[in-house]
């Protein structure tokens, strides 16, 4: 049985605590940050590596195989531990809620998380242009598909970005739940497939879908500024309000946690994961 609302709710507000104390040693936590975005890269190279020949032969089940593979994307962001931006839209607006932490340090670590992201994502995709990994179909493959993110009007990028982390945060929530490794799986999968296969807009996927077509000459860095323009606060909405707002009210008025003081040093902390408890902090 999954654990109750309540208590994952102050699992979430320690998380966010943690993830504040975290981001003050900035490099470190950049890093972490640059892990989750190459580690969504891999999901997106998977998708494409195995889908492209689908896709050339113009099979129904296209986007269905692209979605049962990317779930791999948070299965490494979880388990292997790195801060994703999607994920701290939910778990920094539990903090919010809860009063352990304050806006400006919601900011920072978003700022941070998004940035490494970033730099991660065209990190990895450099990688992958340098070994010309995609370049047997795998190419006009990523052409196609950045070129119809670019084609999107940007109310609709919003919305599909805001239908996206919705589901991205559910399976994060799901798995903040869950009591076993199996559960967690399960959960991160299923929500991660119905975003795939509905066209949803994730914010830091398309960092590495732009970063492949950018380098391989078929996009610009302009049309992914764009993108993220539009994403990004979608991501917000979708992950901060509908899930991590909504959740906070229906979990009902709980024992306020005294708010992180910003100046305050701090020990070095456990590492701390979307979706994962923390663990117990050591001197």
Not at 111 to 126: H, K, M, P, T
Not at 160 to 185: P, T
Not at 271 to 282: I, K, Y
Request: proline fraction near 5%; charge should be neutral; glycine fraction near 10%.
């Amino acid at each position: 049985m999954p654990i109750a609302i309540p208590q994952a709710l102050d699992e979430a507000a320690a998380a966010a605590a943690t993830k504040v104390r975290q981001a003050r040693r900035v490099p470190r936590y950049l890093l972490l940050s640059a892990y989750a975005g190459a580690f969504v890269g891999v999901a997106v190279v998977l998708l494409v590596s195995v889908s492209a020949p689908l896709a050339a032969a113009e099979s129904p089940v296209t986007r269905l195989v692209q979605g049962v593979v990317f779930g791999i994307a948070l299965t490494l962001v979880v388990f292997a531990g790195a801060e994703l931006f999607t994920g701290n839209a939910m778990t920094l607006v539990h903090g919010l809620y809860a009063r352990s932490v304050s806006a400006r340090d919601l900011a920072v670590v978003w700022g941070l998380s998004l940035v490494g992201n970033l730099v991660g994502s065209i990190g990895f995709a450099a990688l992958v242009h340098g070994g010309g990994t995609l370049s047997s179909g795998g190419d006009q493959l990523v052409a196609t598909i950045a070129e119809a993110k670019a084609a999107a009007t940007g109310p609709q990028l919003f919305w599909r970005a805001v239908l996206c982390n919705l589901l991205v945060c559910v399976a994060l929530w799901m798995a903040q739940r869950s009591q076993s490794d199996s559960a967690k799986l399960i959960t991160l999968w299923w929500g991660l497939l119905a975003f795939i296969a509905s066209g949803f807009e994730h914010s830091v996927a398309n960092m590495t879908v732009f970063s492949l077509a950018v380098f391989q000459g078929s996009s610009t860095w302009l049309e992914l500024a764009r993108n993220l323009a539009w994403t990004v606060p979608g991501n917000i909405v979708g992950g901060g309000l509908l899930m991590g707002l909504a959740y906070a009210w229906l979990g009902g008025p709980r024992p306020v946690a005294e708010p992180v003081e910003a100046a305050a040093p701090e020990p070095v902390p456990a590492l701390v994961v979307d979706g994962a408890t923390p663990a117990p902090e050591t001197a």
